[in-house]
């Protein structure tokens, strides 16, 4: 009942930048929580940044200072800018979001993009 679509993988060199947004649609009724995580073949996924309806922003220690994410509530979208990008910043990033769904009983709902991936080269 909540989809999520990401935009802006792609590939980068070492030092360079990628901005990745995703937006989520569906029966919303609140989003409490939007993020992006990250995984590559063989490890289990990881949080990148996480950001609440609020502003309160995490991060993983290793992209702090070189990521930010943002959010628009309005448009239900979250953001990623990746600067000084290193190649183990290499994987599919995802999208999460969490939050409540429209209706009588306002059920929560834990959904996720499809991935997209993101390449850095040396």
């Known amino acids: 009942q909540v989809q999520l679509v990401e935009f802006g993988g792609g590939l980068a060199q070492a030092g360079g930048s990628l901005r990745l947004l995703c937006t989520a649609s569906?029966?919303?009724?609140?989003?409490?929580?939007m993020g992006w995580y990250r995984q590559v073949p063989g490890k289990q996924r990881e949080l990148v940044a996480t950001?609440?309806?609020?502003?309160?922003?995490t991060y993983r220690d290793s992209v702090k200072g070189r990521f930010t994410i943002s959010r628009d509530n309005a448009k239900n979208t979250v953001y990623l800018q990746m600067n000084s990008l290193k190649p183990e910043d290499t994987a599919v990033y995802y999208c999460?979001?969490?939050?409540?769904?429209?209706?009588?009983?306002?059920?929560?709902?834990?959904?996720w993009g499809q991935g997209t991936q993101v390449t850095v080269s040396s």
């Open positions: 569906g029966s919303i009724l609140s989003i409490n929580s």
């Open positions: 999460n979001a969490k939050g409540r769904i429209s209706g009588t009983y306002t059920p929560r709902f834990d959904s």
């Open positions: 950001i609440t309806s609020g502003g309160t922003t």
